[in-house]
């Protein structure tokens, strides 16, 4: 079993800066993958970024690329994306997930990922 939590978030002007965490927990984490996604009403869950447990290569949606960098702490169990150059489109509900035995080809699917976090709420305003 595992549980991820996210923190961070919130609201930021158009061009800010956010950064957002997800501490997992759970026996079957040592050879995961851990990913963000997000979603805003009306809309799919969309693929933002993953990364394996040893924290190479690091995978990014495209509307993110160059923008957004997702690391981690194997340490303490964390991941982190930090957010820059936000766009309004960026606004939406942001998932930590976590997926166990996967196949990288489907580390952008949101269904191969068996576990979720609550979600946390980033807003850009311009």
């Known amino acids: 079993q595992v549980t991820a939590v996210e923190s961070g978030g919130g609201s930021v002007q158009v061009g800010g800066s956010l950064r957002i965490s997800c501490q997992a927990s759970?026996?079957?984490?040592?050879?995961?993958?851990m990913a963000w996604f997000r979603q805003s009403p009306g809309k799919e869950r969309e693929f933002v970024a993953a990364?394996?447990?040893?924290?190479?290569?690091?995978y990014y949606g495209d509307s993110v690329k160059g923008r957004f960098t997702m690391s981690r702490d194997k340490a303490k169990n964390t991941a982190s994306l930090q957010m820059n150059d936000l766009k309004p489109e960026d606004t939406a509900v942001y998932y930590c997930?976590?997926?166990?035995?996967?196949?990288?080809?489907?580390?952008?699917?949101?269904?191969?990922?068996?576990?979720w976090g609550q979600g946390t709420q980033v807003t850009v305003s311009s």
């Open positions: 997930a976590v997926g166990v035995n996967m196949i990288l080809s489907s580390i952008r699917i949101p269904a191969q990922y068996r576990y």
């Open positions: 759970g026996s079957t984490l040592p050879g995961s993958v």
């Open positions: 990364i394996r447990w040893n924290g190479s290569p690091i």
